[in-house]
């Protein structure tokens, strides 16, 4: 096990001083009009931590490179945290790199405002008929689309289907289903949902969930800035997270969902996982996992009344302003959204595809279930809380989940807490808007 561990950091080590070197060669300042031969082109990404990811876009370039003639190199960061601080240090500069990954919505919105990234409305147009008004809307800011989707993704719960089985847990269609599956999993000494502190961002993914399962419209408002944190309904969510967490429904929050979760599972270390559906096929196959051990279900509301819901986390590429090959890196945008890019990466990275041209028939039979019952289901599609609201209010909120995730008594007054920093936020907001 130590061995093993230590490979695994070894990795990361590599990754990060591999970042670091291969992100100031692409990066390096040149000029504007310098031609590129080859896939010189950077595509940076946080990725580093699934190599899955790396090896799609590796792929992807190689493929825009026998297409279009210019194709580009994916590096890595092996942390979200990392990433970002990297990036918002580089964007401003030459040395920003001509693709990179992002966050849509208000993630986008950051940028945008500080003038980083370039206008990719008249690609968008384009290919107006195929992709959804509801995903274009998600990229765009003022009237301009910036960045494209290399996928979507939806957040189910995966389940392990063997542990299911043999402790005759039925795949629930309720909440009092789901509460009945995480007694059964406690009583058999099995942790019921894996949960993670080892990556920051994911501490908000359960008060979402929650939220929603209270009202999605209410999730949407909350949000938005038109409902407070300090609402009864937030505080009902809050107290629902808080009580599983008393009740030893999660993991310890020391465990890696990423790293390792594929080898817990299959060591039946916890029973379910609240996840992108991304985490299929980088996580637990890359890991080991059996595809029959694999079950996937959509996390039922707690309010009966409420309608069913799930998150959606749309993955863009956005294109640096500042980049001495901005015009290289829109010939790979506009390749990429095309019917044929799209299917190039959709095929390679077995995702769900925001182009409509493209179906779901290269996808593994389990996320096509999960796309079946979305429809069946009629499901409300909601962003990602971490995209979804401005990032202040992102950033409070981690702070203040990871404090009620080690401590359930602290729910209402790190709710109080996230309350002050949404309403300055907001305030800041509409004053800016108001000018």
């Not at 690609?123 to 008004?133: G, M, Q, V």
Request: charged share 20%; glycine share 6%; aromatic share 12%.
């Amino acid at each position: 096990m130590h061995t093993k561990n230590a490979g695994i950091l070894l990795v990361l080590v590599c990754l990060a001083f591999a970042f670091l070197i291969v992100f100031f060669r692409l990066s390096a300042p040149q000029n504007q009009d310098a031609p590129l031969t080859g896939p010189r082109l950077a595509l940076a990404h946080d990725k580093g931590n699934m190599p899955w990811f790396h090896q799609s876009f590796s792929r992807q370039g190689k493929k825009a490179e026998s297409e279009i003639g210019t194709g580009f190199i994916p590096v890595a960061s092996p942390s979200t945290d990392l990433y970002m601080s990297q990036m918002k240090a580089r964007l401003p500069t030459a040395r920003a790199p001509a693709l990179f990954t992002w966050w849509s919505a208000w993630r986008v919105k950051e940028l945008v405002e500080k003038g980083l990234v370039s206008d990719l409305t008249h690609i968008w147009d384009r290919y107006a008929d195929e992709y959804p008004r509801g995903i274009r809307d998600a990229y765009t800011i003022d009237g301009k689309v910036y960045g494209f989707p290399y996928s979507v993704e939806y957040w189910p719960i995966w389940y392990n289907k063997p542990l299911f089985e043999k402790l005759d847990i039925k795949e629930p269609n309720t909440w009092g289903e789901f509460m009945e599956a995480c007694r059964k999993l406690k009583a058999a000494s099995v942790p019921p949902v894996a949960t993670s502190l080892q990556m920051k961002w994911y501490a908000c993914i359960w008060f979402a969930a929650l939220v929603m399962g209270e009202d999605p419209l209410l999730y949407e408002q909350l949000c938005n800035g038109e409902v407070r944190y300090t609402d009864a309904r937030i505080k009902k969510a809050m107290t629902i997270w808080a009580d599983m967490i008393g009740k030893g429904y999660f993991t310890d929050p020391s465990l890696n969902l990423f790293t390792n979760g594929g080898h817990l599972w299959n060591n039946e270390d916890f029973g379910m996982v609240l996840c992108g559906s991304w985490y299929y096929s980088t996580i637990l196959r890359r890991q080991g996992v059996k595809k029959a051990d694999i079950g996937v279900f959509i996390l039922p509301p707690h309010n009966t009344a409420a309608q069913k819901s799930i998150m959606m986390e749309s993955g863009p590429v956005l294109t640096a302003a500042n980049s001495p090959h901005r015009n290289q890196a829109e010939a790979i945008a506009d390749w990429w959204m095309s019917e044929a890019g799209s299917r190039h990466f959709a095929n390679t990275f077995r995702s769900y595809s925001a182009n409509r041209k493209i179906g779901a028939g290269h996808l593994q039979p389990v996320r096509q279930k999960l796309l079946s019952a979305i429809e069946k289901q009629d499901c409300r599609i909601v962003n990602r809380y971490w995209e979804a609201t401005p990032a202040p209010i992102v950033d409070a909120a981690l702070e203040n989940f990871t404090r009620l995730i080690l401590n359930p008594a602290e729910k209402d007054a790190a709710l109080a807490e996230i309350d002050n920093t949404a309403e300055a936020c907001w305030a800041q907001i509409r004053r800016i808007d108001e000018k």
